[in-house]
């Protein structure tokens, strides 16, 4: 079975920082991964994904994240963070087996960015 | 523009009264699916629409219903509501052309079930 770990459920950065959010994911075939964020009552917005073309994978707004398969990451990063950056975002592994494209969602990493 | 739209935004409703929440997509999208996002459990399927009139079973299936009569239009149904049913709910579309296809998610509709 697919899962999808979020190593920590808060990050606090100071604007103009280095933001990194932790994404571990476990699946049984090649994955498909992605990144998405949630603005207070926003809704889900597609920042970047995986498409096993390269491992690092640029998207929307400045952010990165790198496919580390040895080490089952998909961790999200931005060199410097931006007071607009402050949401919840989530890693995302879609289930891929059979017909349904269904998506495991991580809980969450609330980022919040300090003056 | 590409959009998945819902309906309504928010509703406040009581226990047992019948009610829709509409969805849209003007993507001519194959693949359409409804999430609820509940704190501490992330969000989790509740159906899924691999095409017209093929619907099938999510993770939380259970006091839920869906209907898909034409390509762009997946509503979710409760007929019976109950408080357990107060949540965020989320309706996304995507392509079924290749894999890694991302999904597209509406703003979200809100209900709370009294």
């Known amino acids: 079975a697919q899962s999808v770990t979020q190593l920590d459920s808060h990050v606090s950065v100071s604007e103009g920082t280095p933001v990194l959010l932790r994404c571990n994911y476990s699946?049984?075939?090649?994955?498909?991964l992605f990144w998405y964020v949630q603005h207070p009552n926003k809704g889900l917005q597609l920042l970047l994904k995986?498409?096993?073309?390269a491992t690092l994978v640029k998207g929307i707004n400045g952010f990165e994240a790198e496919f580390k398969k040895s080490e089952t990451s998909f961790h999200l990063t931005k060199p410097s963070a931006h007071m607009s950056d402050a949401a919840e975002y989530f890693c995302?592994?879609?289930?891929?087996?059979?017909?349904?494209?269904?998506?495991?969602w991580g809980l969450g990493t609330s980022l919040a960015v300090n003056p | 523009e590409a959009q998945v739209t819902q309906n309504p935004r928010y509703l406040i409703t009581v226990t047992g009264k019948k009610l829709t929440v509409t969805c849209s997509q003007n993507?001519?999208?194959?693949?359409m699916s409804w999430y609820r996002q509940d704190p501490g459990l992330g969000l989790r399927q509740i159906y899924y629409?691999?095409?017209?009139?093929?619907?099938d079973k999510g993770d939380v299936p259970e006091g839920y219903k869906v209907s898909r009569k034409e390509k762009r239009n997946f509503p979710l149904i409760l007929e019976s509501p109950s408080p357990n049913q107060t949540s965020l709910y989320f309706c996304?579309?995507?392509?079924?052309?290749?894999?890694?296809?991302?999904?597209?998610f509406g703003d979200g509709t809100r209900l709370s079930i009294l």
């Open positions: 629409s691999m095409n017209v009139e093929v619907t």
């Open positions: 995302v592994v879609s289930d891929n087996a059979g017909n349904n494209r269904k998506l495991i």
């Open positions: 993507m001519n999208h194959e693949y």
């Open positions: 699946s049984s075939y090649s994955p498909s």
């Open positions: 996304a579309s995507s392509s079924l052309d290749r894999s890694n296809q991302p999904q597209h």
């Open positions: 995986y498409t096993s073309a």
